[in-house]
């Protein structure tokens, strides 16, 4: 599990955010800073901003006021560089549903660098899809197809995961799973951003980002 | 790159696993050609004068048949944001998804073009003209088809609209193509309409993809 990540500096810093949708303000005048080791819970009610939140720090959303950087860039200038250095997963599992648990990681997985075919049947086996590799994702459950898509985290190498809900439809081994995922993401000196309804208990460096109050 | 090539060879590994996506355009084609003679005329005159504007038509609607879906489940999955998230161009996205569009639509009807020439009685100097005029006129299509595929991806009933946005511009590939067959069978020369589709082919292929970023992009920036 001592994988090595692809880069030691993470440094990711948001200033002075706002982002408005429907006229409603989802937040203003947020600042925050990732380094490494960190590992950052977005909170709030439903509707309170926490995708929002997620994807502009992911590079995905440019509709917001206030400036987000990357190792001191300004995100517009390196995104190509921090698309490589972050693993961005949305709520949405992007799993296709007529192809096996397998074809989907070979896609999901196409530019996690250079890793054989071995490196995805063991992640499949660590998130507990063995025997279901060759069955097509129809036929799997919700959790196991959220299951497919978290494999990912066993193969990527990425300094920075920013997570969508990643519990979502998971059982209690799966969550426990997951939690030792981020754990070993941190001890390795990585970061995470996640967003969750789940409490996280007893990982260390855990910060806690509530939303919601400025509405 | 690797997600460019990763993503063609999963696209056409679903279209292997749903036979329907590209059957049923197939189906169609087939289906226009025989029924046309029936309802028209079964005189072989008056077919072999209008069997390259039939197959052209059909083939054109066909294809319009089967470019609803080809953004849609990928905004729906998540895939196309997972695209985004890559930082891999949207461009060569574009011309990728293009590529198997064309491989699973404009390929097989240009394949079984001939068949349908004999079967409306095209005369025999035509079945080449038709042959190329379809394989370059086809991926023309596909390459217009993901302009309006990508405007239309995230609504939910896209069909009529991608329908009206693109038809007017299949119009100009549908009158050389058809002009090109049509006089490659009354003995005339047809090389200047399928230069003229060549042409266009080109300029497709360098703008369109352009056009289809730009569009997929305003469908995840919501």
Same mark, same amino acid.
């Given at each position: 599990?001592?994988r090595?990540? /692809?880069?030691?500096?993470? /440094?990711l810093?948001?200033?002075a955010?706002?982002?408005?949708?429907?006229?409603?303000?989802?937040?203003?005048?947020?600042?925050?800073?990732?380094?490494?080791?960190?590992?950052?819970?977005?909170?709030?009610?439903? @509707?309170?901003?926490?995708?929002?939140?997620?994807?502009?720090?992911?590079?995905?959303?440019?509709?917001?006021?206030?400036?987000?950087?990357w190792? @001191?860039?300004?995100?517009?200038?390196?995104?190509?560089?921090?698309?490589?250095?972050?693993?961005?997963?949305?709520?949405?599992?992007?799993?296709?549903?007529?192809?096996t648990?397998?074809?989907?990681?070979?896609?999901?997985?196409?530019?996690?660098?250079?890793?054989?075919?071995?490196?995805?049947?063991?992640?499949?086996?660590?998130?507990?899809?063995?025997?279901?590799?060759?069955?097509?994702?129809?036929?799997? +459950? !919700?959790?196991?197809?959220?299951?497919?898509?978290?494999?990912? *985290?066993?193969? +990527?190498?990425? $300094? *920075?995961?920013?997570?969508?809900? $990643?519990?979502?439809?998971?059982?209690?081994?799966?969550?426990?799973?997951?939690?030792?995922?981020?754990? !070993?993401?941190?001890?390795?000196?990585? !970061?995470?951003?996640?967003? +969750?309804?789940?409490?996280l208990?007893?990982?260390?460096?855990?910060?806690?980002?509530?939303?919601?109050? !400025?509405? | 790159?690797s997600?460019?090539?990763?993503?063609?060879?999963?696209?056409?590994?679903?279209?292997?696993?749903?036979?329907?996506?590209?059957?049923?355009?197939?189906?169609? &084609?087939?289906?226009?050609?025989?029924?046309?003679?029936?309802?028209?005329?079964?005189?072989?005159? &008056?077919?072999?004068?209008? =069997?390259?504007?039939?197959?052209?038509?059909?083939?054109?609607? =066909?294809?319009?048949?089967s470019?609803?879906?080809?953004?849609?489940?990928?905004?729906?999955?998540?895939s196309?944001?997972?695209?985004?998230?890559?930082?891999? #161009?949207?461009?060569?996205?574009?011309?990728?998804?293009?590529?198997?569009?064309?491989?699973? #639509?404009?390929?097989?009807l240009?394949?079984?073009s001939?068949?349908l020439?004999?079967?409306?009685?095209l005369?025999?100097?035509?079945?080449?003209?038709?042959?190329?005029?379809? %394989?370059?006129?086809?991926?023309?299509?596909?390459?217009?088809?993901?302009?309006?595929?990508?405007?239309?991806?995230?609504?939910?009933?896209?069909?009529?609209?991608?329908?009206?946005?693109?038809?007017?511009?299949?119009?100009?590939?549908?009158?050389?193509?058809?002009?090109?067959?049509?006089? %490659?069978?009354?003995?005339?020369?047809?090389?200047?309409?399928? %230069?003229?589709?060549?042409a266009?082919?080109?300029?497709?292929?360098?703008?369109?993809?352009?056009? =289809?970023?730009?569009?997929?992009?305003?469908?995840? #920036?919501?």
């Open positions: 599990m001592s090595p990540l /692809d880069t030691e500096a993470i /440094d810093s948001a200033h955010l706002m982002c408005e949708r429907d006229d409603r303000v989802l937040f203003k005048d947020l600042s925050l800073q990732i380094t490494n080791g960190d590992l950052v819970q977005l909170t709030g009610p439903n @509707g309170a901003g926490k995708t929002t939140l997620l994807r502009l720090l992911a590079g995905l959303n440019q509709d917001f006021e206030g400036e987000v950087r190792l @001191g860039q300004p995100m517009s200038e390196c995104y190509s560089t921090y698309a490589h250095q972050r693993l961005y997963m949305g709520h949405l599992p992007a799993v296709k549903k007529a192809l648990p397998i074809e989907n990681l070979r896609w999901l997985c196409a530019n996690d660098a250079s890793d054989s075919d071995d490196t995805l049947w063991q992640a499949l086996e660590a998130v507990s899809l063995y025997g279901y590799e060759e069955t097509p994702c129809l036929q799997l +459950s !919700a959790g196991q197809q959220r299951r497919v898509a978290l494999a990912r *985290l066993c193969v +990527s190498r990425a $300094p *920075l995961w920013i997570l969508d809900e $990643p519990f979502t439809a998971l059982d209690a081994a799966g969550v426990a799973w997951l939690e030792a995922q981020l754990q !070993a993401q941190v001890a390795r000196r990585g !970061a995470v951003i996640i967003t +969750s309804h789940h409490a208990q007893g990982i260390p460096g855990l910060r806690q980002l509530a939303l919601g109050d !400025a509405a | 790159m997600l460019v090539v990763a993503t063609i060879r999963r696209d056409l590994l679903l279209a292997a696993r749903n036979p329907g996506e590209w059957a049923n355009p197939l189906m169609f &084609f087939l289906m226009v050609a025989t029924l046309f003679p029936l309802a028209v005329d079964p005189d072989p005159k &008056f077919l072999s004068r209008i =069997a390259g504007g039939v197959i052209w038509v059909a083939a054109l609607l =066909a294809t319009l048949l470019l609803d879906a080809l953004f849609r489940a990928d905004v729906e999955d998540g196309l944001e997972q695209w985004l998230a890559s930082g891999e #161009s949207l461009y060569a996205l574009a011309l990728g998804k293009a590529l198997v569009h064309w491989c699973i #639509s404009g390929l097989p240009t394949l079984m001939p068949l020439g004999v079967m409306l009685h005369p025999n100097d035509a079945l080449l003209p038709l042959l190329l005029s379809l %394989a370059v006129g086809t991926p023309v299509l596909s390459l217009l088809g993901t302009v309006g595929a990508a405007l239309t991806a995230s609504l939910r009933s896209g069909g009529l609209l991608l329908t009206l946005l693109i038809l007017p511009l299949y119009v100009p590939v549908l009158i050389f193509a058809a002009s090109a067959v049509y006089q %490659a069978g009354i003995g005339m020369t047809y090389h200047g309409q399928v %230069a003229m589709l060549g266009m082919l080109a300029l497709a292929m360098a703008l369109t993809p352009f056009a =289809a970023a730009a569009a997929l992009k305003l469908n995840l #920036s919501r």
